[in-house]
């Protein structure tokens, strides 16, 4: 037998015609009162929305830099000497990749510790090279939870990075 239009027999289902349309419904692409979604955007939300990032990642830059200036002396332990060693070992070999040997690490990382360590001389400098890097990490959450969630959540997803202790921290 001849099968039977689904759409037909269940008024829930719905038929897609292209070609035809309601009466007094005119194509979307003539219908003058259609703006497209690009058009509708609010310019005052959107510069809104940019201050507002902009105020929470200078908060977290802030907060990144206060913790630096807060960080109680300590000596190098684990890690960190090897870090420390770095900084000394990578410029004295010219900064030669055949004379680092990052087996166990990250090859770059090295290298971003001696060249801003020979361009500024001061671990501290390093400190606020890396802070600034680690909150280039709040507008990125911002844009990802703006495109994913929308406004408000794309606020409060920044504000949590900017000032999540662990995130300053590290």
């Known amino acids: 037998g001849r099968k ?11 038929r897609f015609v292209p070609h035809r349309t309601p009466r007094g ?10 703006k497209p979604v690009n058009s509708t955007l ?3 939300s959107s510069v809104s929305r940019t201050r507002a990032l902009a105020a929470i990642w200078a908060g977290g830059v802030a907060a990144r830099l ?4 807060l960080e109680p002396a300590t000596a190098p332990v684990a890690d960190e000497t090897m870090w420390l060693m770095a900084l000394t070992r990578i410029p004295a ?21 001696a060249g801003v360590n020979a361009v500024f001389g001061s671990l501290v400098a390093i400190k606020v090279f890396q802070a600034l890097i680690g909150s280039l990490f709040i507008p990125a ?14 606020v409060f997803a920044a504000v949590f990075a900017a000032f999540y202790p662990e995130l300053i921290w590290y």
């Open 66 to 69: 206060a913790f630096i200036g």
């Open 141 to 154: 959450v911002f844009r990802i939870a703006l495109r994913v969630f929308g406004p408000r959540p794309a």
């Open 4 to 14: 039977e239009d689904a759409s037909k027999s269940h008024p829930l289902i719905l």
């Open 42 to 44: 609010d310019t005052s």
């Open 25 to 34: 419904i005119r194509p979307l692409t003539h219908n003058r009162s259609f």
């Open 93 to 113: 070999a010219n900064f030669s990749p055949f004379a680092n040997y990052p087996i166990f690490h990250p090859p770059l990382y090295p290298y971003f510790l």
